[in-house]
């Protein structure tokens, strides 16, 4: 008989980590062991790693030693690219990079309009093996001022702003993982790859640019994954706090999200929770990314006071860049 995940999970707290050898007779479901897997890769989601961001000047102090992979539509990329840039599609981004040897590279950096999109499709690169990823912070909206319109027109505050909450709202009941495979009839490793590639194919759909915030408590799970102190500065009155880097290990408060609801999440951004709605994707989870996050909710009050690590959170129109760009393929 199959056992739930949140057995393990007790014995897995009491007996120290995820990868202690634990002698007891249990056999676990696919979705345990794809967990499994993936955080003994290097649990790229709660390292300090994700969502592997890269500011505009590097990329073009490196224009010739980094690979530059565009995933905006062949039209947004005639209007204006990156010089050396490569367009490439979704549907053809993971062939191509082993097609051409791209663990060769220095670093890869994916480039979408406003970063959440490269964002998604970076942890899935990630969590596929090719630690070499990157994502172009805010994207071409922070490249030149040519792109901005997409961002510039998004920092604002909730009409409903006023009413937002204070309180620590408390996470869900511990439940067993969402259900990825009947039985593992194969190599965990290339069926966790094959997930991984099925989404990055499928693209980055699941995403909200507006919500409605008196109802979305009623209809999903809302989360808030970043630092505390943007929780402490107000939120939507049903959103739920989980610590970046932190609480989505197998050994805190995954389990305490709920497998058969709808799960949307925001950052500061975007771009961070557009890489955990992408993880959480892979592991079964109906998981949604909140685009641009606090920034279209309550930017005035995260630009009110910003410290050195905040500032670099908040899309800033002083600090786009001014970099070349060509147009055509």
């Given at each position: 008989?199959?056992?739930k ?6 014995l897995?707290?009491?007996c ?9 007779p249990l056999?676990?479901n696919?979705?345990f062991?794809l967990?499994?897997y ?5 649990d ?15 990329v ?6 980094y ?6 539509s ?6 204006g690219h ?12 993971l062939?191509?990079l ?27 690169l990630?969590?596929?093996?090719f ?11 922070y490249?030149?001022r040519?792109f901005?319109?997409i961002?510039?027109k ?5 009409p409903?702003?006023?009413?937002y ?23 965990i490793?290339?069926?966790a790859?094959?997930?991984?590639a ?23 799970y ?30 805190k408060?995954?389990q ?5 609801r ?7 951004n975007?771009?961070?929770?557009a890489?955990?709605?992408a993880y ?11 685009l641009y996050g ?6 005035g009050?995260v630009?009110?006071d910003?410290?050195s690590?905040t ?17 055509g393929?």
């Amino acid at each position: 008989m199959k056992k739930k995940f949140y057995i393990f999970f007790v014995l897995a707290v009491l007996c120290g980590c995820l990868t202690d050898d634990i002698n007891v007779p249990l056999e676990f479901n696919s979705s345990f062991d794809l967990l499994k897997y993936l955080e003994e890769q290097g649990d790229y989601i709660n390292s300090r790693e994700a969502p592997s961001l890269i500011e505009a000047a590097e990329v073009y102090m490196n224009l010739s030693h980094y690979l530059i992979i565009d995933v905006r539509s062949n039209e947004e990329f005639i209007n204006g690219h990156i010089q050396g840039a490569r367009n490439v599609t979704n549907k053809e981004l993971l062939s191509f990079l082993l097609t051409n040897n791209a663990v060769s590279y220095q670093k890869v950096v994916l480039v979408s309009a406003d970063g959440q999109e490269s964002a998604f499709y970076t942890c899935l690169l990630r969590l596929y093996g090719f630690n070499n990823i990157f994502t172009l912070k805010f994207g071409m909206a922070y490249w030149n001022r040519s792109f901005s319109q997409i961002w510039l027109k998004k920092i604002k505050d909730s009409p409903l702003k006023m009413n937002y909450s204070f309180d620590n709202i408390p996470k869900g009941q511990l439940q067993e993982l969402p259900q990825v495979f009947e039985q593992i009839n194969g190599n965990i490793e290339d069926l966790a790859k094959e997930r991984i590639a099925f989404f990055i194919s499928r693209g980055f759909i699941d995403t909200m640019n507006n919500i409605n915030e008196a109802e979305v408590g009623s209809t999903m799970y809302f989360v808030c994954y970043s630092l505390r102190n943007l929780y402490e500065q107000g939120h939507p009155p049903n959103a739920v706090f989980y610590l970046e880097s932190e609480d989505l290990k197998s050994t805190k408060d995954l389990q305490t999200l709920p497998a058969g609801r709808e799960i949307l999440i925001y950052d500061y951004n975007g771009q961070l929770s557009a890489s955990v709605t992408a993880y959480l994707q892979v592991l079964g989870y109906n998981a949604k990314s909140f685009l641009y996050g606090a920034c279209q909710l309550i930017y005035g009050t995260v630009t009110g006071d910003l410290d050195s690590r905040t500032r670099s959170f908040i899309f800033l129109p002083e600090e786009i860049n001014n970099f070349p760009y060509v147009k055509g393929n």
